[in-house]
T-cell receptor, first 109, second 115 residues
Framework: GIQVEQSPPDLILQEGANSTLRCNFS?????LQWFHQNPWGQLINLFY???GTKQNGRLSATTVATERYSLLYISSSQTTDSGVYFC???????????FGAGTRLFVKA | DTGVSQDPRHKITKRGQNVTFRCDPI?????LYWYRQTLGQGPEFLTY????????KSRLLSDRFSAERPKGSFSTLEIQRTEQGDSAMYLC?????????????FGNGTRLTVT
């Protein structure tokens, strides 16, 4: 099945800093999602981005499907951005969506 | 759109007991998924329904686990003879559409603790 790798595994930022999270996947995909899991465990949709670039406030994402990676940009980070960021892609030939191991972000005040 | 609803939010049970969780997907979403997440890991796929048909099951879903979606609306996940290793967050997600181009929407999960 498809492999999903996220980097870095852990990230500590000072409030106001910018960051880039990366997601690499081992096979071609026709969709990709980024999620934020808050400290209470809730998985929140950030982006559905099979290709191209999307922006939502301080967050933006870019997927380059031909090169099998996606990037999530966080600008002017806030303490409420803390949590775990997951990317997820559909498995080849099946119905399930495969998640990466996540990037754990802590934003210090 | 009221979102995906899961019940209960938390469940503490003794080893060997049976537990059942419920998921109500977003209305008119015909796809429903169950995932399991243990501490420090990403969600792992358990099973998938297209309407009432269970089309895929993970090898993680041992014979102690059973899932149903009898009328193609809500779904239940039952764990029989619970073990301490079953302690995890159980997440339900739904999506619309027939193809792969359908984003998943997750509920808040049911956190199971087996003592």
């Amino acid at each position: 099945g498809i492999q999903v790798e996220q980097s870095p595994p852990d990230l500590i930022l000072q409030e106001g800093a910018n960051s880039t999270l990366r997601c690499n996947f081992s096979d071609s995909v026709n969709n990709l999602q980024w999620f934020h899991q808050n400290p209470w465990g809730q998985l929140i949709n950030l982006f559905y981005i099979p290709s191209g670039t999307k922006q939502n406030g301080r967050l933006s994402a870019t997927t380059v499907a031909t090169e099998r990676y996606s990037l999530l940009y966080i600008s002017s980070s806030q303490t409420t951005d803390s949590g775990v960021y997951f990317c997820a892609v559909p498995n080849t030939g099946g119905f399930k969506t495969i998640f990466g191991a996540g990037t754990r972000l802590f934003v210090k005040a | 759109d009221t979102g995906v609803s899961q019940d209960p939010r938390h469940k503490i049970t003794k080893r060997g007991q049976n537990v059942t969780f419920r998921c109500d997907p977003i209305s008119e979403h015909n796809r429903l998924y169950w995932y399991r997440q243990t501490l420090g890991q990403g969600p792992e796929f358990l099973t998938y329904f297209q309407n009432e048909a269970q089309l895929e099951k993970s090898r993680l879903l041992s014979d102690r686990f059973s899932a149903e979606r009898p009328k193609g609306s809500f779904s239940t996940l039952e764990i029989q003879r619970t073990e301490q290793g079953d302690s995890a967050m159980y997440l339900c997600a739904s999506s619309p559409g027939q193809g792969y181009n359908s984003p998943l929407h997750f509920g808040n999960g049911t956190r199971l603790t087996v003592t």
